[in-house]
């Protein structure tokens, strides 16, 4: 199966609410849909082991929250990556109740829903309700995307969300890779520009007379890179050799001639803002920076700088 097919589909990103006896609960979804106009009914679909699902159970009620690129991002890693049963999610967020139901005002609005129905899954259950009341705060953004979430946020999705792809199934998805293809001998050389100045190593034309496209390689038969960006430049013909040292007794493919007409090109400096992130090992988050700030907490799930893994970009 080509997970690709499902990263095409388009997702908002809600916070879905309800309460377990007395206690206001909540979750973080992206699957949620107006299923018709009259009478209102919207699904959502809820993991079996979040606390959300139980109180959703039981009480037959739940309010969805719909956030906006102005909310705060706290807000999907504080009831994303958390359970319920540890810790109160509502703490320090501003919110109240509308019939009984608990709904967040960071957001664009809230539905207020009562379950008529409901399908099960092996992992999740999709409550269809019917809204009994909405309420609207301050439109002063578009509704947060899925893909804005990713892109721009540069959030991941946590283990229960419907959404949520394994990263070793990820890695094993084909590499796609740009090449320029010479029109008069059919030279390829891989990489998403042609150097300043390049001609072809084989019949010597310019770029003009390369074109562009994009091919997919599986990803075991991608050819390991160097880690560090170090690159080796053939002298004679220009050829791009990508690794941290060249192999023992290597020649180059274009022209034939040994590693003694290779010249190391520096990789990038290292710990500058430009090639540097850190990964937030709990929900994904990235930070951009040479450095992490001081007493820095990730906006996503709130773990600090002892959480984070630094790695090049």
């Known amino acids: 199966m080509d997970v690709r097919f499902f990263f095409s ?34 699904a959502v679909s809820i993991n079996h082991d979040n606390l959300t699902h139980k109180a959703i159970s039981e009480s037959g009620m739940f309010a969805l929250n719909v956030l906006s690129e102005a909310s705060d991002p706290g807000l999907i890693g504080g009831f994303g990556f958390r359970s319920s049963r540890d810790v109160d999610k509502f703490a320090g967020v501003a919110w109240h109740y509308e019939q009984g139901l608990p709904v967040l005002e960071d957001t664009m609005g809230w539905g207020l829903c009562k379950v008529i129905d409901k399908m099960e899954t092996e992992t999740h259950t999709v409550f269809l309700g019917k809204v009994i009341d909405t309420g609207v705060f301050a439109q002063t953004a578009p509704a947060m995307t899925y893909e804005y979430y990713h892109k721009v946020i540069k959030g991941s999705s946590p283990k229960t969300a419907p959404t949520y792809v394994a990263p070793e199934a990820v890695a094993e998805l084909p590499v796609t890779k740009t090449q320029w293809v010479c029109t008069v001998c059919g030279y390829i050389y891989e990489g998403d520009q042609l150097p300043a100045g390049f001609t072809c190593p084989l019949c010597g034309v310019g770029p003009e007379f390369f074109e562009k496209k994009s091919v997919e390689v599986p990803a075991d038969e991608v050819k390991p890179a160097s880690a560090s960006g170090t690159k080796w430049v053939c002298t004679v013909c220009g050829y791009v050799y990508e690794g941290d040292e060249l192999p023992e007794g290597y020649t180059c493919p274009l022209c034939g001639v040994g590693a003694e007409f290779f010249e190391k090109q520096a990789a990038p400096a290292a710990d500058t803002d430009e090639n540097t992130e850190w990964v937030c090992s709990v929900c994904g988050y990235v930070y951009e920076g040479a450095k992490l700030p001081e007493g820095y907490t990730c906006p996503l799930c709130g773990v600090g700088v002892d959480q984070f893994e630094k790695r090049s970009k």
């Open 9 to 42: 589909m388009s997702y908002g990103v809600y916070i879905v609410t309800s309460m377990n006896g007395e206690t206001p609960v909540g979750c973080t979804a992206n699957s949620a849909m107006q299923i018709t106009a009259e009478p209102a009914t919207i």
